[in-house]
Nanobody
């Protein structure tokens, strides 16, 4: 089992920045990928960014060039640096990890971008 706790969400004006954190605990030795998703009200979760165990990254086109995913393996934490935020980035952001054949999700953190 892996437990994930997100933090760092909040209210920011358009053009501003936020950094989200996701700390993992439990059976973290078997994590082989970490990712961020977001969920808009009434819609399915949308992929945002992923970082593999080898450090390779990929991003949704909508955030490419504005968001950066990174990790601190010693702290078992993955980050999402979000710059040049837009009102359409407003959503609940959820951390996801793949451990073996299992997927784990955090509770999510609200990000609200005002225009």
């Amino acid at each position: 089992q892996v437990r994930l706790v997100e933090s760092g969400g909040g209210l920011v004006q358009a053009g501003g920045s936020l950094r989200l954190s996701c700390a993992a605990s439990g059976s973290t030795f078997s994590i082989n990928a970490r990712a961020w998703y977001r969920q808009f009200p009434g819609k399915q979760r949308e992929f945002v960014a992923r970082i593999s165990s080898g450090g390779s990254t990929n991003y949704a086109d909508s955030v490419k060039g504005r968001f950066t995913i990174s990790r601190d393996s010693a702290k078992n934490t993955v980050y999402l640096q979000m710059n040049s935020l837009k009102p359409e980035d407003t959503a609940v952001y959820l951390c996801n990890v793949v451990s073996g054949s299992s997927y784990y999700w955090g509770q999510g953190t609200q990000v609200t971008v005002s225009s």
